[in-house]
Nanobody, 126 residues
Framework: VQLQASGGGLVQPGGSLTLSCAAS????????MSWFRQAPGKRPEWVSS????????ISADSVKGRFTASRDNAKNTVYLQVDSLKPEDTAVYYC????????????????????WGQGTQVTVSS
């Protein structure tokens, strides 16, 4: 099983990035996919989740309207479009997979996930 995150980088405030997470070794379409982030010295923070079929994603209030999760089951890849970036968005972003349908109470719980990627660094700075 592998979750390979990519797409992070250094971006100015107000900028955008597209994060990708390529999955292998499991049946991707059976899993809810989520993004978490962790800033230095802070606990992991749930960012966004998308269900197995790619229906309407759910997002944390802190990123709602700026970040959008999507997925392509044919490519076994989940994406996070991050727009209007702020310095406080600086963190390592991780993708995670949990088998089954999207359930909000479980989606936000990082201990409920089966697989994790290695993370990609997003730094927002002028």
């Amino acid at each position: 099983v592998q979750l390979q995150a990519s797409g992070g980088g250094l971006v100015q405030p107000g900028g955008s990035l597209t994060l990708s997470c390529a999955a292998s070794g499991f049946v991707f379409s059976d899993y809810t996919m989520s993004w978490f982030r962790q800033a230095p010295g802070k606990r992991p923070e749930w960012v966004s989740s998308i269900g197995r079929s790619g229906g309407a994603p759910i997002s944390a209030d802190s990123v709602k309207g700026r970040f959008t999760a999507s997925r392509d089951n044919a490519k076994n890849t989940v994406y996070l479009q991050v727009d209007s970036l702020k310095p406080e968005d600086t963190a390592v972003y991780y993708c995670a997979a949990r088998i089954g349908r999207l359930i909000t109470s479980q989606a936000v719980d990082f201990s409920a996930y089966d697989y994790w990627g290695q993370g990609t660094q997003v730094t927002v700075s002028s």
